[in-house]
């Protein structure tokens, strides 16, 4: 036996057959979040139709607020907001910043019907940003 490892009891030990069967179940999200997203992919999410409501997070992964913002987001478009995210790394996909002139981020814009309604700059408290969403 090793001298960093000493155990009392063999390893065998840990894998005994469970007293409790564990059911897992899997149901379908009402949201999706297309996270590293290209320009094919934003065409169809974003202007490919459909009444859903879309937030498209422009980002950095050298940018902090962005880090900070992405969870926030990813949180808020769950099933009781009905509303899609899709995150453009703006560094991968400058065309896309340029097109909607993405000048700081975190950028955000909100789309409905594949059209642009709303959008915000930088880091913004929870509140505002359902607020945000619930103008989709």
């Not at 290209?38 to 997070?57: W, Y």
């Not at 560094?91 to 950028?107: C, I, K, N, Q």
């Amino acid at each position: 036996m090793s001298r960093f490892f000493r155990s009392a009891r063999p390893l065998t030990s840990f894998a005994g057959p469970s007293t409790s069967a564990r059911t897992f179940h899997s149901t379908r999200i009402a949201r999706e979040h297309y996270l590293d997203a290209d320009a094919a992919t934003f065409k169809k999410v974003v202007q490919g139709g459909g009444d859903k409501p879309v937030l498209v997070q422009f980002t950095a992964s050298w940018c902090q607020p962005c880090k900070m913002l992405g969870p926030i987001l990813q949180r808020l478009t769950g099933p009781q907001s009905g509303a899609d995210l899709v995150v453009i790394d703006v560094d991968h996909h400058g065309d896309l910043a340029g097109e909607y002139r993405v000048t700081a981020v975190p950028f955000v814009v909100g789309f409905k019907n594949g059209k642009q309604v709303d959008k915000f700059i930088g880091m913004q408290p929870e509140a505002k940003i359902k607020e945000f969403i619930s103008k989709l």
